[in-house]
């Protein structure tokens, strides 16, 4: 396994955050939804009568739950469909349907499929590799579109592996086997996955090569974790890499690729750990005066032929505030999350310069009018509070979005509850927010119903329709399947998934 995965690296950048320091290390993303309640900028919450409520309709577990599996690692939704990795579950089986009992293969990683049925949630598959390692952490990422789903296990031997499983006639089997055209060990590709239709994007963020834009040198590996992307597209039943895409500005250690997400023709990357100095759009790269502030870079494909579009920065760019640890994008629209970022603002387009609440974070709305972004608007947490690490992950939809806190600390429960009990560290939360006549508000600050410290709720989210599925990676109770029994913590870290349902 890779010394810096997504896990050691979250510890790595919080030696400032010394509570942090005694706690598993974990990763999530949120889901969105569409929500009922909004937010002044002053983050006091408003209820708007007779609209529709978000409800908690399901709590969902792993088949063969277990102690340390982090079930709910990474969810993706899709109509009726619903994956979820768990990317230190340990069976040695392969392929789908294997026996879960045997637990030879420590931290080889599974993914679950589930499916909607007039309401009522069933795991329908349970997904292994074809070649099963220990250590390969299958499941770190998956997403999931019609009947293909992409799972990634970026520390399968050589560098990283992405698999491919396609569903007929409601059976599912391995498609495609994937590796990078310059494969090299811990490189970590399958660390980010994104489908959109016959296009597969995936992420490498270790990748070493000193290339720069599209399709350059592969061979010369002279620039430790730069990372990169690759582009990959389907004919038929034929996958096969359609593009090598690197930063017009890549250095050593930047992790370009450590978060993508594509739409149609337009794929955004994110490098958390880029140190430019600059603010705003296609600004200075060269000025490295601000280590790991983090940068997101655009991309759009024209005739098959990708070119890099934007280079992106914040409004308020500062070193170690880690914009671009994740990025979503739907149609015109793009979220960046900077889980470092320090100010004391809350709500929306708040004061950005007032940094007395280290590690808080933000989130950062950009659109395109006529091929040209712009920042359209600053977010923070309506509860903001140092270390809560707010936009360490994002997800959206149009006009909806939700950024995720996993260190936050409230003690409520279920949705718009008080968010001022902080008798629950590391319990996690979401908060949703959605966009009228171009502005934000904040509709909904979501807990889950069985909210206990340490838990992590938001370790992972997905959005479809009126649907909100969102993950808490250390939760432990020793349920199995459907609805099953939340209060017995009997199997520490073995994780959940949440379904919230617009009502």
């Known amino acids: 396994m890779l010394v810096t995965d997504l896990f050691s690296l979250f510890l790595e950048r919080h030696v400032r955050a010394v509570h942090l320091l005694l706690l598993p290390i974990m990763s999530l993303t949120l889901a969105m939804c569409s929500g009922s309640s909004g937010s002044t900028g002053n983050g006091q919450e408003t209820m708007q009568p007779g609209a529709s409520q978000l409800v908690q309709v399901a709590y969902l577990k792993a088949s063969n739950t277990e102690t340390g599996d982090w079930f709910g690692t990474w969810v993706a939704m899709s109509g009726e469909t619903l994956v979820v990795g768990a990317r230190t579950e340990d069976s040695a089986a392969t392929g789908i349907g294997g026996n879960q009992a045997d637990n030879s293969a420590e931290t080889s990683g599974a993914a679950y499929v589930f499916i909607r049925t007039g309401g009522i949630w069933n795991q329908l598959a349970y997904l292994k590799a074809s070649n099963t390692h220990a250590g390969d952490g299958f499941g770190l990422w998956v997403d999931v579109e019609g009947d293909t789903v992409a799972v990634g296990a970026p520390f399968q031997d050589g560098g990283g592996a992405v698999y491919v499983f396609t569903r007929t006639g409601g059976v599912w089997s391995q498609q495609a086997f994937m590796k990078a055209s310059n494969p090299t060990p811990n490189d970590g590709f399958g660390s980010s ?244 006549g171009g502005i934000w508000n904040q509709q909904a600050y979501v807990k889950p119903s069985n909210t206990e410290a340490g838990d992590w709720f938001g370790g992972s989210f997905a959005v479809e329709g009126d649907t909100v599925v969102v993950g808490a990676v250390l939760e432990d109770s020793a349920a199995t399947g459907v609805g099953g029994n939340q209060g017995d913590n009997s199997t520490p870290s073995s994780g959940a998934v949440y379904v919230f349902q617009l009502q």
Request: cysteine-free.
């Open 193 to 436: 996955v994104a489908l959109s239709g016959d296009t597969l994007v995936v992420g490498a963020r270790f990748e070493d090569s000193s290339a720069q834009s599209i399709d350059g040198n592969q061979a010369d590996i002279s620039a430790r974790n730069s990372g990169a992307a690759y582009v990959f597209t389907r004919t038929g039943q034929v996958w096969s890499q359609q593009a090598y895409i690197k930063a017009s500005n890549s250095e050593a250690g930047d992790r370009f690729g450590y978060s993508v997400d594509v739409s149609g023709n337009t794929l955004v990357v994110s490098a958390p750990s880029e140190d430019s100095a600059a603010t705003g759009i296609n600004g200075n790269l060269g000025d490295n005066s601000a280590p790991d502030s983090g940068a997101a870079y655009v991309f759009t494909r024209t005739n098959g032929v990708w070119s890099q579009e934007a280079y992106v920065k914040p409004s308020n760019t500062g070193s170690g505030d880690g914009f671009g640890n994740q990025v979503a994008i739907a149609g015109d629209t793009f979220l960046v999350g900077a889980p470092f970022e320090d100010s004391a603002a809350t709500g929306i387009n708040g004061n950005l310069g007032d940094n007395s609440a280290p590690d808080s974070g933000a989130a950062y709305v950009f659109t395109r009018t006529n091929g040209v972004w712009s920042q359209e608007t600053y977010m923070k947490a309506s509860n903001t509070e140092a270390g809560d690490n707010f936009g360490f992950h994002v997800a959206m939809a149009p006009d909806t979005l939700i950024v995720g806190a996993i260190p936050e600390d409230s003690a409520a429960t279920g949705i718009n509850s008080n968010q001022a009990d902080n008798t629950a560290p590391d319990s996690g939360g979401a908060y949703l927010f959605t966009r009228t």
